[in-house]
């Protein structure tokens, strides 16, 4: 079973500043199979990134993804007020999805 | 527009069998493009995947869960349905029902219904 381990854990930003959060997985993965996802208290995840670096619909371009093999980064470019949030990376592969614990995006 | 909404009993006694439904909006389940999950969340605590199903009868399931789950997809209805028997306390979470797409974006869950709350207690 893939285990994925993301860090910081909590990343303490300001509005404007670029923010870049790491996802590692404990063994190589497919690139096509790694997405990250955004949760606001209360609400349900959103799909930001799938296979790595793709955007989904509606996400503004100051998010990208990228990596490959074991380590996967998710940058905001400049993090606005609607950012603040939990962002979680997803792996599927063997018919199994894994989730991160999660990276905290808070105010500083 | 696609949605998904959850519905069931928000609370369930130890050691009975929690049903939850999953009713499908703006998208056709029959049509087989994409796989139907349910994935849970404890209060304060990450996301854990419970399972799949798929209407062509693929299946899928947490091995950590696989001994006391059941999912399966209507078409008839359009839902998708969760069975988790035998819970306990720390089955308490929100449930959410996901679409996966699986054919073109890497089995990414590109939507979530909003989750219905599950607690686990006498």
């Known amino acids: 079973e893939i285990v994925l381990t993301q860090s910081p854990g909590t990343l303490s930003m300001s509005p404007g500043e670029r923010a870049t959060l790491s996802c590692r997985a404990s063994q190589s993965v497919r690139s096509t199979y790694l997405a990250w996802y955004q949760q606001k208290p209360g609400q349900a995840p959103r799909l930001l990134i799938y296979s790595a670096s793709n955007r989904a619909t509606g996400v503004p371009d100051r998010f990208s993804g990228s990596g490959s093999g074991t380590d996967f980064t998710l940058a905001i470019s400049r993090l606005e007020p609607e950012d603040f949030a939990v962002y979680y990376c997803q792996h599927y592969g063997s018919s199994l999805f894994t989730f991160g614990p999660g990276t905290k995006v808070d105010f500083k | ?122």
């Open chain 2, 1 to 122: 527009q696609v949605h998904l909404q959850e519905s069931g009993p928000g609370l369930v006694e130890p050691s009975q069998t929690l049903s939850l439904t999953c009713d499908v909006f703006g998208a056709s389940i029959s049509s087989g493009t994409h796989y139907w999950s349910w994935i849970r969340q404890p209060a304060g605590k990450g996301l854990e995947w419970i399972g799949r199903d798929h209407p062509q009868g693929i299946t899928n399931y947490n091995p950590s869960l696989k001994s006391r789950v059941t999912i399966s997809v209507d078409t008839s209805k359009n839902q998708v349905s969760l069975t988790l028997k035998s819970v306990t306390a720390a089955d308490t979470a929100m449930y959410y029902c996901a679409r996966d797409r699986y054919l073109d974006w890497g089995d990414a869950f590109d939507i979530w219904g909003h989750g219905t709350m599950v607690t686990v207690s006498s």
